[in-house]
């Protein structure tokens, strides 16, 4: 599984790719942080035991995408319930349901553990063969990997989430939108590349 701060990166990138920097900055920290919720939310096996692997035949029927989507379309009817029609709604819509998904994208591409996609209707766990990103390091201050971990991860969604802020918002002239095009993607490939020749 990817980091809680790779995830959160993730959701925060959503947010600020589809909502106006224009709007009041506490509403726009409320929604980006509903929003690190919602990617968040299939990692709840960690922390409630009948839903952990262990009680379901090692399948983190958390991960599923039915499970992902859960507060995402908990979020749109409550938007609907309160008003918010159109434009608005979609381009809310969009981003809840992007944040869900998003925990389970990253967690496939760690290539680690399966993950059984369409639970309940089929327990088969999916796993790629290979994987871009690393695992996260077990929780503890002093263990290596967790910090290695966190800087491979880091190094290969940063350039990318970047970038995408950078051409949605046209944050630079041409001239370094070129340089931006080139050399953020080769940064994340090379930290890519160690991740998938980490053991696994």
């Not at 399948?59 to 608005?88: D, E, M, N, V, Y």
């Not at 089929?122 to 201050?141: E, M, V, Y």
Request: hydrophobic share 50%; proline share 6%; with cysteine.
């Amino acid at each position: 599984m990817s980091s809680f701060i790779g995830h959160s990166l993730t959701a925060v990138t959503i947010g600020i790719v589809f909502n106006s920097p224009r709007k009041p900055s506490l509403y726009r920290l409320g929604w980006y942080f509903w929003l690190i919720v919602i990617s968040s939310f299939p990692d709840l096996d960690h922390f409630i035991p009948w839903l952990h692997q262990s009680a379901h035949q090692q399948s983190r029927i958390t991960h599923s995408l039915t499970f992902a989507l859960i507060l995402p379309i908990c979020t749109i009817f409550i938007l609907t319930t309160i008003g918010i029609r159109g434009s608005k709604l979609k381009l809310y819509s969009w981003q809840v349901i992007l944040a869900g998904l998003s925990q389970v994208l990253l967690d496939l591409l760690v290539g680690v553990v399966g993950i059984p996609l369409f639970y309940p209707f089929s327990r088969q766990n999916f796993k790629l063969p290979w994987g871009i990103l690393p695992s996260a390091g077990k929780l503890d201050l002093g263990n290596y990997y967790l910090y290695r971990n966190l800087l491979i991860e880091m190094g290969v969604l940063l350039p990318i989430l970047s970038l995408v802020i950078i051409i949605r918002y046209r944050l630079f002239p041409p001239h370094q939108m070129r340089v931006a095009l080139l050399s953020l993607p080769s940064i994340s490939a090379c930290f890519m590349f160690w991740a998938y020749n980490l053991s696994r």
